[in-house]
């Protein structure tokens, strides 16, 4: 069972920065990738942001775009999410998932346990 762990996630502030990553137990299969996925308190998860394969490129939900980086290097066992000038309303537990590429918006496959952000003023 290919398994995912997330780590990095804590308190920041308002206007902070944090990288969150993600790596997965096994090499991932064809036509899988990573997808990042966030769920505030009270709110559906969403995601937020992957990695086409076809160009190499990542994609972002338009609430992150500008302020989040994901990235893979050498399209590695891990992959990292940077979110940068974070606001309250990036508190939110954030997921980590299997996703079949180049799909959006993104369906998990599988995921993640997830690990909490929660920006304050």
């Known amino acids: 069972q290919v398994r995912l762990v997330e780590s990095g996630g804590g308190s920041v502030q308002v206007g902070g920065s944090l990288r969150i990553s993600c790596e997965t137990s096994e090499d991932m299969a064809a036509g899988d990738c990573f997808g990042w996925f966030r769920q505030a308190p009270g709110k559906e998860r969403e995601g937020i942001a992957t990695?086409?394969?076809?160009?190499?490129?990542?994609y972002y939900v338009d609430s992150v775009r500008g302020r989040a980086f994901m990235s893979r290097p050498n399209a590695g066992k891990t992959t990292y999410l940077e979110m940068r000038d974070l606001k309250i309303e990036d508190t939110a537990m954030y997921y980590c998932a299997i996703v079949p590429c180049g799909i959006w918006p993104i369906r998990g496959r599988l995921w993640g346990q997830g690990t909490q952000v929660t920006v304050s003023s």
């Open positions: 990695i086409f394969p076809d160009v190499g490129r990542p």
